[in-house]
């Protein structure tokens, strides 16, 4: 199976129907299809390797000039690009084969090797979480398109632990048995793309100057794995593949090796990626928290939409100062609502996988500025702030009942729940400003309020006269005003 010419993509045709597409058949119709048809892990896997594949084969832009007129070329320069390095994506064959090492060979002459579909992390496979599958066993048949999709991604987001050790040109693989989250995996790290009316535009949205990653990558623009194949864990074809732009996008954190079949794979550790600050992710954003740089991280309790603030900051990360992702860069000043797609793997610290997230935003050009940016934040710390009170509440009436367990979630739950089926009132305030000078009468401040109260008595029965009166007291509780945090993130951080 060749990847350039063989269909293995999930795509959305112009109808919504789904179909699978070979990257000279994805980029030749780029113009008229939607949008990709995966998972949010899977889908940030497969815009690294597509966005890689579209610079290399511009190699470029040069500078910002360049990026305003390449969209035209994208089509052209990639479809010549794919023909000369055809024969570097196969997926089986004695030859090179794509993000596979040659020469390696298991550790033990009684190793039977691992399940393929151990490559894909929302199935239960060995030791993979049974959290995304119900299905037990591991004799499952994958077909060669869906293992694809798998190599891709695994290579990006296989988590941290224990691991096999295999025989690469004869010597042990790295790691002595332990490996590092893949690059895209370490802080549960929010990655965040900008999406166009098409795949075309999404591609060129997302597109990344020459002049940007000599600012932000201090090992350069570098090359494709597949230009500058890895023999070895320490030479410079892993250090091109470790540390520079385009050697990252797809990167080789796992020697994998599939047999012929695509029913089982040798599977070891491969090279070691550096997070940040050693590396800065073009698709991730840097914030500050106590006094240091970080990641932004995903979690299944706070929604990304509260995390907006900091994703939309567009400037270069410096030692002292937070930044969304570079692709904001591209338009300085926005004059029109943007879209962004953002989304996470969430992994425990010790390997676990728990969730993947994803939501679909749709950005006024108030986001982008200042003052912007301080209304969103306060608006989104006065529903935080409701929370408390309402929680504050849900424990008076718990205490009054003496009820061992709170329906603390429950009431989070559903307080969420409402205040996310009206989150155009918070964008409005990015937009008008003024809004946020009487948050609570605002139009954003009464729904977090009805939603407090609503998420209350849902949380609370009063059916009983004990019940009646626990619910009188934690109404009291629930009446008294909450404080308008004026508090932005950014402030929080510091």
């Known amino acids: 199976m060749n990847l350039t010419t063989d269909p293995w993509i999930p795509a959305l045709r112009p109808d919504g129907r789904r179909d699978l597409f070979s990257l000279q058949a994805l980029f030749a119709q780029a113009h008229e299809l939607r949008d990709l048809a995966v998972k949010p892990h899977e889908r940030i896997a497969l815009m690294r390797l597509l966005i890689c594949i579209t610079q290399a084969a511009l190699d470029g832009p040069a500078d910002e000039a360049a990026w305003g007129e390449c969209q035209s070329l994208i089509q052209p320069r990639v479809s010549a690009y794919l023909g000369r390095w055809r024969a570097s994506f196969e997926l089986f064959g004695d030859g090179a084969r794509f993000l596979q090492l040659p020469g390696l060979e298991p550790g033990k002459t009684t190793d039977e090797?691992?399940?393929?579909?151990?490559?894909?992390?929302?199935?239960?496979?060995?030791?993979?979480?049974?959290?995304?599958?119900n299905q037990a066993g591991d004799k499952r048949s994958i077909q060669a398109a869906r293992a694809a999709v798998n190599l891709v991604t695994f290579q990006n987001f296989s988590p941290c632990g224990r691991i096999g050790i295999a025989k690469w040109n004869g010597k042990d693989t790295p790691g002595k048995g332990s490996s590092n989250h893949g690059p895209c995996t370490s802080s549960s790290m929010v990655h965040t793309y900008v999406l166009g009316a098409s795949l075309l535009e999404t591609f060129f949205l997302n597109l990344l100057n020459k002049v940007t990653i000599r600012e932000n990558h201090t090992a350069g623009w570098g090359k494709p794995i597949w230009e500058l194949?890895?023999?070895?864990?320490?030479?410079?074809?892993?250090?091109n593949s470790r540390m520079t732009y385009l050697g990252r996008l797809v990167p080789l954190s796992r020697a994998i090796r599939l047999d012929d079949e695509g029913d089982s794979i040798i599977?070891?550790?491969?090279?070691?990626?550096?997070?940040?600050?050693?590396?800065?992710?073009?698709?991730a954003t840097?914030?500050?928290?106590?006094?240091?740089?970080?990641?932004?991280?995903?979690?299944?309790?706070?929604?990304?939409?509260?995390?907006?603030?900091?994703?939309?900051?567009?400037?270069?990360?410096?030692?002292?100062?937070?930044?969304?992702?570079?692709?904001l860069m591209n338009q300085p000043e926005p004059r029109k609502q943007i879209t962004v797609w953002v989304g996470a793997l969430i992994a425990a610290g010790n390997g676990k996988l728990v969730d993947v997230v994803e939501s679909i935003y749709p950005l006024s050009p108030g986001m982008f500025s200042?003052?912007?940016?301080?209304?969103?934040?306060?608006?989104?710390?006065?529903a935080e702030e409701c929370e408390r009170v309402l929680i504050q509440a849900v424990k008076t009436y718990a205490h009054s009942l003496k009820v061992a367990a709170p329906a603390y979630d429950r009431a989070r739950q559903q307080f969420w729940t409402r205040v996310e089926q009206h989150?155009?009132?918070?964008?409005?305030?990015?937009?008008?400003?003024?809004?946020?000078?009487?948050?609570?009468?605002?139009?954003?401040?009464?729904?977090?309020?009805?939603?407090?109260?609503?998420?209350y008595e849902h949380s609370c029965p009063r059916q009983s006269p004990r019940q009646i009166e626990a619910f009188a007291l934690g109404l009291r509780r629930l009446n008294l005003r909450p404080k308008t945090n004026h508090q932005t993130q950014s402030e929080a951080h510091e």
């Open 370 to 382: 200042e003052f912007g940016r301080v209304a969103y934040e306060q608006g989104v710390a006065h």
């Open 423 to 455: 989150l155009s009132r918070l964008f409005e305030m990015a937009q008008n400003t003024d809004l946020a000078a009487d948050l609570p009468h605002s139009a954003w401040g009464k729904v977090v309020q009805t939603a407090m109260f609503d998420a």
């Open 286 to 327: 840097i914030i500050k928290r106590k006094e240091e740089l970080g990641l932004l991280s995903a979690s299944t309790n706070k929604n990304l939409w509260r995390q907006l603030s900091a994703i939309t900051i567009k400037r270069r990360a410096g030692t002292e100062n937070g930044a969304g992702p570079l692709a």
């Open 113 to 133: 090797g691992n399940a393929a579909t151990k490559l894909d992390l929302a199935l239960s496979t060995g030791n993979n979480s049974t959290l995304f599958d």
């Open 267 to 283: 599977l070891a550790n491969g090279l070691d990626y550096p997070i940040f600050p050693a590396f800065r992710e073009a698709a």
């Open 229 to 239: 194949p890895v023999t070895d864990a320490t030479g410079e074809a892993a250090a």
